[in-house]
């Protein structure tokens, strides 16, 4: 366990986090269903002051954030004074400089000046949509960059001292070989990023690639397939340094996520932007996935929220275990009963324990971990544990 691990499991409410939306894309991607705009000047010019404007509606929310996230949509997207802009707006209204203050980039808009912005506002985690080193696979995926993009894009971030670096890699794509998988991690090694984030490709309603599974132009893969895509990153990912934290995060030493960190642990944390999601106030909602609905709200003062949970004991409880079993920290029934004093924890242990005698879960005292075998069912394992309380 690492001491960031340490430190986030011993604090008993984690520090709050602001993630801010920026929904533009020049073109969509063949996987991905997050609600994006054309970057027209017009529309980037209303974002920016309608960010503004619910920076100063929420500026107590925001007061005491300690990590920040920018994410898309493709944040790169906007120009160095339009970066600056947003950035400026949003400082004023923290109480200290935050922490870790991610910003997501696509290889593609990565450009020396906007580099120099971020870091003197005090960004200093970057992370790139890598997804694939492989021309073909980049093409199946519908990602408009190319691998010599991605070097560049690395190369001017490694000029700019003081960030760390996160690569989001993506496998089990329709057609991809194992192989060529392990090529896609070893490019990305011997680069040596901080940070890599590895996800299975999943197939979402509404996206290019939902269409093509429909039509039957793309298959699948089945969930022992899957299994083998896991494991071999695992394993490589190991053997090279870079430790599991969560299922799909990996990290040298000291670079371990604080904002995701924060999020697993059911801390609160501000969404601004259209789309943008906050767990704040005992209530989880999100944001209209409209640009205008989202103006038309901050205008009026009266925000359409949707999906809003009024959020009990019982739903943060359960989250905390589904969450934080995902971690390779595990939870301690006895700190979360602690947090949670409402909750009789103990309505957990006969499917706890029924995991374990499964080989799924690992006990000591009150500390349960996933092993391997149950890092490969986590999301099944999360729904056994939803409405046991």
């Known amino acids: 366990m690492t001491n960031l691990q340490e430190k986030a499991e011993n604090q008993e409410l984690p520090p709050k986090g602001l993630y801010c939306h920026i929904p533009f894309c020049a073109t969509s991607c063949d996987f991905c269903n997050f609600y994006q705009k054309a970057p027209q000047r017009s529309e980037l010019d209303k974002f920016l002051t309608g960010m503004e404007l619910e920076f100063s509606q929420r500026k107590q929310d925001l007061f005491d954030a300690q990590t920040v996230f920018w994410g898309g949509g493709t944040p790169g997207l906007l120009m160095a004074r339009d970066l600056e802009r947003l950035g400026s707006s949003m400082l004023q209204y923290l109480k200290h400089p935050p922490s870790e203050w991610t910003v997501e980039l696509a290889p593609s808009t990565v450009k020396a000046d906007k580099l120099q912005s971020l870091l003197r506002m005090g960004v200093n985690r970057l992370s790139m949509g890598v997804q694939s080193f492989s021309p073909t696979t980049l093409e199946r995926l519908g990602r408009q960059h190319s691998s010599q993009q991605v070097y560049k894009a690395y190369d001017l971030m490694r000029q700019q001292a003081g960030f760390a670096v996160n690569f989001d890699l993506i496998f089990a794509i329709p057609g991809q070989t194992l192989m060529e998988w392990e090529q896609d991690l070893l490019a990305a090694i011997k680069l040596r990023p901080e940070h890599i984030s590895t996800y299975c490709l999943t197939f979402e309603e509404d ?110 409880a359960t989250d905390a275990l589904v969450f934080g079993l995902r971690c390779n920290a595990g939870i301690h029934l006895t700190r979360l009963q602690q947090r949670f004093t409402s909750i009789d924890f103990s309505l957990f242990e006969p499917v706890l324990n029924d995991l374990v005698a499964e080989g799924l879960l690992s006990r000591n005292h009150s500390l349960y971990q996933l092993t391997p075998a149950g890092r490969l069912l986590a999301d099944a394992i999360g729904s056994e544990l939803i409405g046991v309380i």
């Open 207 to 316: 996206t290019a690639l939902w269409v093509k599974l429909q039509k039957g132009l793309v298959k699948r893969r089945s969930e022992d397939e899957e299994a083998k895509f896991y494991t071999l990153t695992w394993d490589i990912l190991d053997a090279h340094g870079y430790g599991q934290y969560e299922v799909s995060n990996f990290a040298l030493p000291g670079h371990a996520c604080r904002h995701n960190l924060h999020t697993w642990e059911i801390g609160e944390w501000v969404g601004c932007g259209p789309s943008a999601s906050s767990q704040i106030h005992g209530w989880r909602r999100t944001h209209p996935h409209s640009m205008q609905e989202w103006l038309q709200g901050l205008a009026t003062g009266v925000m359409p929220w949707f999906d809003e949970v009024r959020l009990t004991d019982s739903i943060l």
